[in-house]
């Protein structure tokens, strides 16, 4: 059974930065990509950012890119999404997700979601 542990959230003042950890377990082989998605009050869900497994390619939000860096770390099963000089704007709760293939944007082609971790960033 594949799950999927997010970590690394908080309260933060606007400008701060914040890495969020996606521990993945029983990844079966053929999941290519993760992804960070985020749920901000009243919004729906949106995806951030995107990474195949290998590491070779990336996608960003255009809000989040430039100041947002996507990682994977296969030895340790770990997808990690580094976000700097954080604004309110980016206040929700974020998840991660599996999909068994790169470049999925939404949500129905990710397989298995976190629980979502807590970023709020104060003005």
């Known amino acids: 059974q594949v799950q999927l542990v997010e970590s690394g959230g908080g309260l933060v003042q606007a400008g701060a930065s914040l890495r969020l950890s996606c521990e993945v377990s029983?990844?079966?082989?053929?999941?290519?990509?993760m992804a960070w998605f985020r749920r901000a009050p009243g919004y729906e869900r949106e995806l951030v950012a995107a990474?195949?497994?290998?590491?070779?390619?990336?996608w960003y939000k255009g809000s989040v890119k430039g100041r947002s860096t996507i990682t994977t770390d296969n030895a340790k099963n770990t997808g990690l999404l580094e976000m700097d000089s954080l604004k309110p704007d980016d206040t929700a709760v974020y998840y991660c997700?599996?999909?068994?293939?790169?470049?999925?944007?939404?949500?129905?082609?990710?397989?298995?979601w976190g629980q979502g971790t807590q970023v709020t960033v104060s003005s």
């Open positions: 997700a599996e999909a068994n293939f790169y470049g999925a944007t939404v949500e129905t082609a990710y397989l298995v």
């Open positions: 029983g990844r079966p082989f053929n999941f290519d990509a």
């Open positions: 990474i195949e497994w290998s590491g070779w390619r990336t």
